[in-house]
């Protein structure tokens, strides 16, 4: 009884982190309710970037919408409509080019480990702070990260909204001179990668911060539809790329790394790995490109508008964050009756409600950090 | 005027000095930080190497409007900076460290010192208490309970040196250490000083031990919601404070 | 700033030293030279653009050289780089993060969306431009803007603050959004007939399917048809991709059974569908608007819903507009 009215007397502190707050990685909010440093339950407000795309796309053209999806998940562009002309290629019948498929996976590849070193360098601002060692390795990644947009805008001629794919191939070529640049690249991000992976993986005060942190229960994951490296962190054997394989994923060899623990550690493990597997792949596809068409359709401006035949249709991709999937509902006419995104980020954020009762405020942060939602993706 | 003389130039000739010094230290760290993540760091403020941009950072942050928060305690919300800046140059008071003589030379300086020093807590604790901020409370509440843990160690090492010296003046500790210096007392002026140099920087706030302005979570720490001059003295002071830890730990070591 | 020369001015008149009025406009120069060369930025990013502004802090361009260091708290902040689209939900807090800010403070606007909205222009939850709601002293276009125009960005700032000439654009509160033509919109009959069941048979169902080893919840969405709304779930075999699908058609109650029993993760999924076509889920644990703002009347997605203007909840009051054009 007495218990109870101390508690009573004190009650909880109500922390509001964000929508302004340099870890919340965009525009988050997240309502802690403190005892102390611990933290006893959470409310969570997102839709600070809702952009109303799926409203939007039932008025435009299906060849006008992948540039608005490439501004959805702005971390790695490419996948979004890469998923999107995916879904619409199944439902229409179109066949793609080899080439234009390689090209597609070597974009989409390097905006793989981009989208990976961005995320590893905010959670070190997050583990960090502004002038510590945190704040080296997020200026270190986006160095590098320089580099693999430099490749991307001599290729495509922008930093990273590409814009490459369109329905029935790519519209940009690679050349010789490009085709160099992109060699030279993965000459250096090999040891950069390798030796940012050791460093981590090593790291005392890292592994402190994050080791049986946040850990996610398979079963968690998988009834909130998590994807990506927050269920493979988790040890759950799931990646679209080799499940049920879209492009050309099929004729490359690479592993599918994994954790165990499901803690924050391993989900940044993974993605680390992940990265080192991607450029695996982008070696393979400089060795064995296939000459060919770029395109199977005519060009944009004198191609017929694309119409699918009546009914609905669902396609996923793995995009750096998970499964990245279009529900595409068509009447016939020549744009969408009904666009649903079905967005990795979102189903991976629904587990921070779940995961922060009990732990720390410096916790939260380590954990928000580890699912890396990007708010672009979860508000849609 | 002999009074004068006497007493407000040291004061003012120190508290200048002081400044300049604790100003380019900021710049040397903005510096040095920049050439390990492969900047530049200042270069365009003041052309060689940003030489004028501690002044420009400091003139600007006099400009900037003040503000308090609604419902805080004003008069507690002003008296803390002023607080903190007073105790942490007070204390150097006691340190020989420009000229051959501080202005104040007792038997017990090294007592005297560690007394001022930990008076400036309570400024910090004034002013995130007066903020009416959560995050400011938060980052206090972390602050007091690092510094106290923390200054057991410190004032225990430093006492090692002064039983083995048989003084707490700091003019006979220097005069001891002549010939060679107390860390290369064997065994135990290295371990001291591991010891001083680790709990020195959980006094300053410094990396690793910067739990009280841990960006990523709590903002900017106890200094949420101060802005212009009261922010400018809370960043001279906590840096003038460092700046008196190294010369107590170069003197005693 | 223009404040503070103009005090300064009549200090000089007032004196009739001689070489005063030198002396103060140099003075003036001096503190705009100090203004200029110490911004420091809130940080504080909305969408794309700001992963470019942070590619901008970052080693190859450093702003640093400037003289620029983020600060988290606006206390401390001079200049606010809006770079990303400004939505309903957020433009209220970017108002209160301005207010919060210490003058003089500055505000560029960066990439289209935040000058005017780009292709999120017409979308009912998007602010067409941030000057709708807080003055704007400089415009960056590009979407997103490479690192070298948002320097050029902040350089053009740099030369506004040194002339001393500062004069932010902004709407006026008079001023009306132009109204857009309205798309007609039709509905269809179902256009899709596969793997319907009954609403009240949904748990039951989902129970089966959850034993036979689909646990992982893919989405749930609907559509509006003519005459009904259609619900879709999709679930997954763990380390399999077989996929089931289940199809609900709901009757002018719109109410079903929530599954969130069954499927803990399924709770922000339909909550959004809630948020999105007003469907209610009997026994959710906590059904309310995910994305919209609490307060937001009708549900976007159904087709009824015209892509009208943002409503903005937030426009600056008169005397705030009186009080930026006296003291900016």
Not at chain 1, 85 to 113: D, F, G, K, W
Not at chain 1, 201 to 221: A, P, Y
Not at chain 2, 188 to 216: C, H, K, M, V, Y
């Amino acid at each position: 009884m007495e218990n109870k009215i101390i508690e009573k007397d004190f009650g909880d502190l109500a922390l509001n982190m964000g929508p302004q707050h340099p870890s919340t990685h965009g525009v988050f909010r997240l309502k802690l309710h403190l005892e102390g440093e611990r933290i006893n339950h959470v409310e969570s407000y997102l839709g600070y970037l809702h952009r109303g795309v799926e409203k939007l796309s039932e008025n435009l053209d299906y060849d006008m919408i992948p540039p608005v999806l490439e501004r959805d998940d702005y971390l790695s562009p490419t996948s979004n409509s890469l998923g999107f002309i995916n879904t619409i290629e199944e439902m229409c019948n179109i066949e793609v080019p080899e080439r234009a498929s390689y090209l597609r996976v070597l974009i989409a590849e390097m905006q793989r480990i981009s989208s990976h070193l961005v995320a590893l360098g905010t959670y070190g601002l997050d583990l960090g702070g502004a002038l510590g060692g945190g704040a080296s390795l997020f200026l270190y990644c986006f160095r590098e990260r320089e580099k693999i947009l430099d490749v991307l805008e001599t290729i495509t001629g922008t930093r990273f909204h590409t814009n490459m794919n369109q329905v029935g191939g790519v519209r940009y070529d690679v050349n010789e001179e490009s085709l160099k640049k992109t060699h030279e690249l993965i000459e250096y991000l090999k040891p950069k990668l390798t030796e940012y992976f050791d460093v981590i993986s090593n790291d005392e005060i890292f592994m402190q911060r994050t080791k049986n942190i946040g850990v996610i229960s398979k079963d968690l994951v998988l009834s909130s539809g998590g994807s990506g490296p927050v269920a493979r962190g988790s040890g759950i054997n799931y990646d679209i790329r080799k499940n049920n394989s879209y492009e050309v994923y099929d004729n490359f060899s690479f592993e599918i790394p994994m954790g165990s623990n499901g803690d924050s550690y391993d989900r940044t493990i993974v993605r680390m790995k992940e990265t080192l597997e991607s450029i695996k792949i982008i070696e393979q596809v400089l060795s064995s490109l296939p000459e060919g068409a770029l395109c199977s359709r005519k060009p944009l401006k004198s191609a017929k508008l694309l119409k699918p035949p009546k009914g609905s249709h669902y396609k996923a991709i793995e995009s750096p964050r998970g499964e990245l999937g279009f529900f595409i509902v068509s009447d016939g006419s020549s744009m969408p009756y009904r666009m649903k995104i079905r967005a990795p980020s979102f189903s991976n954020l629904s587990i921070v409600e779940k995961l922060l009762p009990g732990t720390y405020i410096a916790d939260a942060v380590v954990i928000l950090g580890s699912l890396d939602p990007v708010f672009g993706d979860v508000d849609r | 005027m002999g009074i004068f003389i006497e007493f407000a130039l040291p004061i003012f000739k120190t508290i200048s000095i002081l400044i300049l010094i604790v100003a380019y230290l900021v710049w040397l760290e903005r510096k040095v930080a920049a050439k390990m993540q492969s900047r530049i760091g200042p270069y365009l403020v003041g052309k060689p190497h940003g030489l004028l941009q501690p002044l420009a950072d400091a003139l600007k942050l006099m400009l900037k409007d003040d503000s308090s928060p609604k419902n805080s305690d004003r008069l507690l919300f002003n008296f803390g900076p002023i607080w903190v800046m007073v105790v942490s140059l007070a204390s150097f008071a006691l340190l020989p460290f420009i000229f051959d003589n501080q202005m104040i030379n007792t038997n017990l300086a090294l007592m005297l010192f560690i007394a001022i020093s930990s008076l400036i807590i309570v400024g910090i604790f004034i002013a995130g208490w007066s903020s009416n901020n959560k995050f400011a409370l938060i980052s206090v509440i972390r602050i007091i309970a690092q510094i106290i843990s923390y200054e057991i160690p410190l004032i225990i090492t430093l006492l090692v040196p002064c039983i083995i010296m048989g003084s707490l003046g700091f003019s006979e500790i220097i005069s001891y250490q002549k010939n060679s210096w107390f860390i290369f007392y064997p065994i135990i002026g290295q371990i001291t000083f591991i010891i001083f140099f680790i709990s020195s920087l959980a006094e300053g706030n410094r990396i690793p031990f910067d739990l009280s302005e841990a960006e990523s979570e709590l903002v900017s720490g106890y200094t949420t919601e101060y802005s212009g001059i009261k922010f400018a003295l809370f960043y001279l002071a906590e840096y003038v404070h460092l700046f008196g830890i190294s010369v107590l730990g170069s003197i005693i070591f | 700033m223009g404040d503070v020369k103009k005090t300064l001015k009549d200090i000089g008149s007032f004196m009739k030293l001689p070489g005063a009025n030198l002396f103060i406009t140099k003075t003036a120069d001096l503190f705009n030279w100090a203004n200029k060369s110490s911004l420091w930025p809130l940080s504080f990013g909305l969408a794309c653009c700001a992963i470019e502004m942070m590619a901008t802090f970052s080693s190859r361009y450093d702003l640093d050289r400037l003289g620029m260091i983020t600060r988290a708290s606006p206390r401390q902040a001079d200049l606010m780089i809006v770079a990303g689209t400004v939505t309903v939900k957020m433009g209220e807090r970017i108002k209160t993060l301005y207010d919060q800010m210490t003058g003089p403070k500055w505000v560029i606007a960066a990439g289209s969306c935040a000058i005017s909205g780009d292709h999120y222009r017409h979308v009912y939850s998007v602010v067409p431009g941030v000057d709708w709601i807080i003055p704007v002293d400089v415009y960056v276009p590009g979407c997103p803007p490479t690192p070298e125009a948002f320097i050029d960005g902040i350089m053009e700032l740099q030369n506004i603050i040194s002339n001393g000439k500062s004069n932010p654009t902004f709407n006026s509160v008079d001023s009306e959004r132009p109204n857009i033509d309205e798309i007609k919109v039709k509905k269809k009959e179902i256009l899709f007939n596969e793997n319907f069941i009954d609403g009240l048979s949904l748990i039951n169902k989902c129970k089966e399917i959850k034993s036979e080893g689909y646990d992982y919840i893919n989405f749930i969405t609907a559509t509006d048809f003519e005459d009904s709304l259609v619900l879709t779930y999709l679930f997954t075999k763990n380390n399999n991709n077989e996929k089931v699908e289940i199809n609900v058609k709901l009757d002018s109650s719109k109410k079903i059974d929530s599954i969130t029993q069954i499927y803990p993760g399924a709770e922000w999924q339909e909550r959004e569908v809630f948020d999105m076509f007003g469907i209610e889920f009997k026994n959710h644990p906590k059904l309310e608007r995910i994305l919209m703002p609490d307060d937001w009347v009708g549900y976007p997605l159904l087709k009824d819903y015209k892509m009208e203007q943002a409503k903005l909840p937030y426009r600056p009051s008169r005397e705030d507009y009186e009080s930026w054009k006296t003291k900016l």
